[in-house]
């Protein structure tokens, strides 16, 4: 090429990559209307200022949507904003399986992208506010930032649609007074507390979907997670992130490894919808469910859930005894990911054998589904002058209340018995452990025990036993072996359990009974009768009392008590010494 040529190629290229810079750089960003910052048609000076204002004046709090125990449907949300693409997908499959749902957007993305807000707008979707961002625990952040967060999404949202929302939400946060205050600063007049939270990578099949909606509990809301809660860091000078940053556009699958494949949140929610079509769960908007106020950091009930709306007479006692149980014991849905993240990742290490110098033994029962074989044994335990702890699973006391009630006004322990399922979560378990709790409250006992009787337990069950403040209990021994199913004498039991060396029960034994596992009913009685009289009535031991005259009953003698009163009991409880703590000398 001459030098002529070159020289001209050179000037062309320069020449082109001027009217580039002027055509994308030059021109006046407010004439574009995907431009993301818009800072004149998303100005909010006004908006703070009028709502400090409100703020000072001390404005009532606003109040919250939460789960509604007398109805026979949940609400759905989608926290975040989607993709135009999967807009029109999650649209269409809602209009296809007749599902309401309400969509939290995030300010952000709105923004960029007026498309799916828009789309969700026209047809006639519920739109909250999900902060701009999708901020984490506004409840920690400044008064100034969480107003930011809360008016520039409401006013992304009226710009975009004519309206601006009058409901929002925001992930892992705890609905405190101040914070509700300043929602009603910014136009807010309610917060939505979520009590079932769906995890997109364990919906993998329509059967797990399936197992999933069946533990819903009825009255719930559940969420859908779009966007990922964004966390506030603080700024500290010289600290640079180690993980490179990637950016994720929208529809794109980024893959960083075949550990962190995510499934589709369109096949996730059809899957969601499916199951609970077959299930027959109907869905309700969220503002048709309970609004509650926020006082002294409990919930009271708001006279709109009105007695008089509740038509038949089963809703009627529903109502009342929630109502009542509401105020007495704090029954409000509870927000799994705040408690979670609260718990610190604390796992709950079954207990199998209670530290104690307390001359007790600990029977406890789990498979209550044959009520003439429990009544048997609350009959044996009466006899003995003993009693146990009961595991009840929510199938339990679901099919038989009254014999939960019964075990409950015998004197009996009961915890709560958690079932072994294929596709169990940390949410999944939090909200089955909640159901069983507040169905034992509300019969007049407070449980402080769970177990899963049977199955593999997984680090996420222990962890929500952990995180739900409950006290995990295994068995030390446990009457329940595979070859046992068929046996007919409890002797054969007995050989198979202790063999020939084991003479006696030690202090702080728990022993533990299926009731629903051997093909003879009466079989787990005669077991327990002939432990406490093979194993346990031949330990006593000496002491000055233990002359007949002084003490006829031989009080010294081991007794079978519920697992709480022995673990509970400090004054027999010790622990032993770590090394750490063993003075060198």
């Known amino acids: 090429m001459s030098k002529k040529k070159l020289l001209i190629a050179i000037t062309i290229l320069i020449i082109a990559a001027i009217c580039g810079y002027l055509y994308f750089y030059g021109t006046n960003e407010s004439t574009y209307a995907d431009i993301t910052d818009l800072n004149n048609e998303y100005n909010i000076d006004n908006e703070l200022t009028d709502a400090q204002q409100k703020l000072n004046s001390d404005i009532k709090p606003a109040q919250i949507y939460v789960d509604s125990f007398d109805k026979n449907a949940i609400a759905l949300t989608f926290d975040g904003l989607p993709d135009p693409t999967t807009t029109d997908r999650l649209l269409d499959l809602l209009d296809k399986y007749q599902i309401k749902a309400t969509f939290f957007v995030d300010g952000s993305t709105a923004a960029k992208d007026n498309d799916s807000l828009k789309k969700i707008y026209q047809r006639k979707y519920p739109i909250g506010n999900y902060t701009y961002v999708g901020l984490a625990e506004l409840d920690k952040i400044p008064t100034e930032e969480v107003l930011a967060q809360l008016l520039k999404t409401q006013k992304v949202i009226k710009v975009t649609t004519g309206t601006a929302p009058d409901i929002f939400k925001a992930p892992r946060t705890i609905y405190t007074d101040k914070l509700l205050k300043i929602a009603a600063a ?21 059967a797990a979907a399936e197992s999933f909606v069946n533990q819903i509990i009825p009255g719930s809301i559940v969420s859908v997670p779009i966007a990922t809660p964004v966390n506030r860091v603080k700024y500290e000078p010289g600290k640079t992130d180690e993980k490179p940053a990637f950016d994720k556009q929208p529809g ?8 962190n494949k995510h499934q589709n ?67 409000a849905a509870q927000d799994y990911q705040v408690i979670r993240q609260n718990n610190n990742s604390i796992k709950a290490a079954p207990i199998n054998l209670i530290l104690t110098t307390e001359p007790a033994v600990c029977f406890t029962f789990a498979g209550l589904s044959k009520p003439s074989v429990v009544y048997s044994i609350l009959a044996q ?63 007049g006992a407070t449980p402080q025990l769970a177990m899963q009787p049977w199955g593999g337990i997984t680090d996420d069950t222990r962890e929500a036993v952990s995180a739900m403040g409950l006290t995990m209990i295994g068995s ?9 199913k068929d046996y007919t004498s409890p002797q054969q039991v007995m050989q198979e359990l202790f063999g020939k060396y084991v003479y006696s029960m030690g202090r702080g034994w728990i022993v533990y009974f299926r009731l629903d596992y051997y093909t003879d009913d009466s079989l787990a009685g005669k077991v327990m009768d002939l432990i406490k009289r093979d194993k346990i009535n031949n330990i006593a ?16 003698a081991y007794s079978i008590k519920s697992v709480s009163s022995v673990l509970f009991n400090k004054t027999y409880r010790y622990k032993f010494a770590t090394e750490n703590k063993v003075p060198e000398q």
């Open 186 to 206: 910014a136009g807010l007049n309610a917060a939505v507390k979520t009590n079932v939270y769906v995890n997109p990578d364990t919906l993998t099949t329509d």
């Open 252 to 259: 794109l699958n980024v893959n960083m490894s075949d550990d």
């Open 265 to 331: 949140i369109v096949d996730v929610t059809e899957r969601l919808l499916k199951a609970l079509q077959k299930r027959s769960m109907p869905t309700e908007y969220i503002t048709d469910f309970r609004l509650v106020n926020q006082l002294n950091n409990k919930y009271s009930l708001n006279d709109t859930a009105s007695f008089d709306a509740v038509k038949t007479f089963t809703q009627k006692m529903v109502f009342l005894t929630d109502k009542l149980f509401f105020k007495k014991a704090f029954a």
């Open 381 to 443: 335990l009466k006899q003995m002058n003993a009693t146990g702890t009961f595991f009840v699973m929510k199938n339990d006391i679901d099919k038989n209340p009254q014999l939960i009630q019964t075990i409950i006004n015998s004197g009996n322990e009961v915890g709560v018995g958690i079932r072994s399922l294929k596709n169990a979560d940390f949410y999944s378990t939090c909200s089955e452990i909640d159901y069983v709790q507040n169905r034992l409250k509300s019969m």
């Open 476 to 484: 030390y021994v446990s009457v329940v072996k595979s070859n046992m």
């Open 541 to 556: 031991y000496n002491s000055f009392y233990d002359d007949p005259r002084i003490n006829p009953n031989n009080d010294s």
